[in-house]
């Protein structure tokens, strides 16, 4: 099975495995079972349905509403619905706390001391929210715009733990919360790795993992185990030589 980081690559892994099969003057042979990253963890997770995006927003929207009597109709929360799906997909993926990524914007002047105890790395990103925060200062005109988001943000961990309970009482899910579930089963011991495999990829043996980049907590997890389990293998995304080059600083990552 070759798992790929989007349909576009699979599709093109398709197109030059049958020229390869062509231009060899090969008889028809059987290919492999291609899935992306996002259907391998859905495969991994058969209980959980992945949802379309308007039942997802749609039911964001009721948890929405019950947290928020000054709701808007749901026409004018579609973008907000949209950015919210993103940022309970992100909370799940890097299996991040709620409770703390969704804390009360109030408690931000907590962050105002004289940081003597950051890092440079730290202070430069207590300067870039602080810059962020001042969008929201009192000026002219904006008090309507700082008054909704601070009202949205005061209750999204309520509306993310609604959410996810609603989804999880009619066996739907977002891709966030399929990541999140086939994370915490491995860490948790409730299955292995090649137990999970095997139920979710009956007959294969071996995954090929092609072409990813930047891993999330949850996909870097779940290839660790697969990799000690020794029923993985990854071709990444890079040239050796851009490895080596300890001067290349944007290879730091990879």
Same mark, same amino acid.
């Given at each position: 099975c070759l798992v790929f980081p989007s349909r576009? $690559? =699979? $599709?093109y892994f398709k197109k030059y495995l049958a020229e390869a099969i062509r231009s060899n003057g090969s008889s028809p042979v059987m290919a492999p079972r291609l899935v992306t990253i996002g !259907? @391998? @963890?859905?495969a991994c997770s058969p209980r959980q349905k992945t949802s379309d995006r308007i039942t997802l927003l749609v039911r964001l929207y009721r948890s929405y509403c019950r947290f928020n009597p000054s709701a808007e109709p749901l026409d004018e929360f579609i973008f907000w619905? !949209?950015? *919210?799906?993103?940022?309970f997909s992100d909370v799940d993926k890097y299996l991040a706390d709620p409770h703390q990524v969704f804390s009360n914007v109030s408690d931000f002047k907590d /962050?105002? !001391?004289d940081l003597s105890h950051l890092t440079p790395q730290q202070k430069?990103?207590?300067?870039? /929210?602080?810059r962020f925060m001042d969008n929201f200062k009192e000026k002219p005109g904006a008090g309507s715009a700082k008054e909704k988001f601070l009202r949205l943000w005061n209750v999204l961990e309520l509306i993310y733990n609604d959410f996810? !309970? $609603? =989804?999880?009482?009619?066996? =739907?899910?977002?891709?966030?919360? *399929?990541?999140r579930n086939l994370a915490e089963r491995l860490s948790s011991g409730e299955q292995s790795i090649s137990e999970i495999m095997a139920e979710s990829f009956p007959g294969i043996g071996k995954f090929v993992f092609v072409?990813?980049?930047v891993l999330n907590p949850c996909e870097h997890l779940v290839l660790s185990k697969m990799q000690n389990a020794h029923i993985a293998e990854f071709c990444w995304d890079f040239a050796g030589?851009? *490895?080596?080059?300890?001067d290349n600083k944007s290879s730091k990552f990879l």
């Open positions: 576009r $690559s =699979l $599709s !259907d @391998f @963890f859905a619905g !949209d950015v *919210i799906l993103g940022d /962050l105002q !001391d430069a990103q207590v300067a870039r /929210l602080t996810r !309970d $609603s =989804l999880v009482a009619e066996g =739907l899910c977002y891709d966030g919360m *399929i990541y072409g990813l980049n030589d851009m *490895i080596q080059n300890k």
